[in-house]
């Protein structure tokens, strides 16, 4: 067999690696963009609970390169005051936004989603209470990857009263979930992997779940408990109890107002910097680490309970 020389055997990988960037290049660019403020039409919109069909508006052309998704755009109303539960299910990058100045209230949907996600949207009518969106999908396969690869979901929800809604429930397989400035008086996230990010998070009972993964609160706002396999859990600003449990990996929490505080991490690392107006205790321990803390400020009162088998805790007031 002959042999190729050396010199044209680089120059072939090196053609031949430009060619495959590029191609995956083109790939990426003939993803949908997705137009979140792109208007919906008003027969692309559904009273929630009406027994009457209501299509959605769908982007016929299926994407280049890949017919299994498409853009949809779908609206459904509400009495003033009425939409109270929202339940939803995804497996790409959803973004949530409130909005509080609307006549009635409503649920818009813009997003890319599979074919099947798709047709179920077109089927769901909703309830006079509240929603229940399935936009799972098959997950799209790549060889490079360039950014999450995930399609983005866009949610904006019109309410009379940002204090309205009851219960919300959200299971994102794997991507981001952004939610911006969001109550409800009982909030569940389940997060496979990826990001969860918040800007607030306010309510009566809230249980955030990551199997791996990184979650950011800049506000969180009521009774927590947070369950995270490995990655890292930063809370900015906590009011309220808490609980937090971690694998491994590191749990950051500042205390905005005093409340009791319950972290548990197996191997990793927990920073706490406690409320100005704590005045309880601290209740720190490590099997194999160190503890770095000041004394208790009181004797009674709010408790500070940290745990960690391998890692360190450190306190600062």
Known sequence: MKRIPKWTAIALIVVGGVGLAMNFSNLRGAEAQVDRTA?????????????????????????????????VRKRWEFDSGAFQNLSLSSTDDVHIEVKTDADTDYLELRGVVSKEAAERTLKTTGEADGIKLDLTGPSRIRLISFG????????????????????????????????????????????????????????DDIALNLTSGSLDVNELIGASQIKLSSGMAKIAALEGDSVI??????????????????????????????AEDFKGVYDLRVTSGLINAPESPGTDGDTIKARATSGMITVKQ
């Open 245 to 274: 449990r971690a694998t491994s990996g590191m749990i950051d929490v500042t205390q905005r107002k005093s409340g009791n505080l319950d972290a548990e991490v197996s191997s990793g690392k927990i920073d706490i910097r406690t």
């Open 39 to 71: 208007a919906i039409a008003p027969d692309h919109v559904q009273q929630a609970g009406s027994s009457a069909s209501a299509l959605a508006a769908v982007d016929n052309a299926s994407l280049q390169g890949d017919e299994r998704w498409q853009e």
């Open 148 to 203: 999450s690869g995930n399609n983005e979901v866009y949610l904006t929800l019109g309410l009379r009263d940002a204090d309205q809604l009851r219960s919300a429930e959200f299971s994102i397989g794997s991507g981001t979930g952004d939610f911006g400035d969001f109550h409800a008086g009982r909030i569940e996230v389940d997060l496979s992997s990826g990001q969860l990010k918040a800007d607030r998070l306010s309510g």
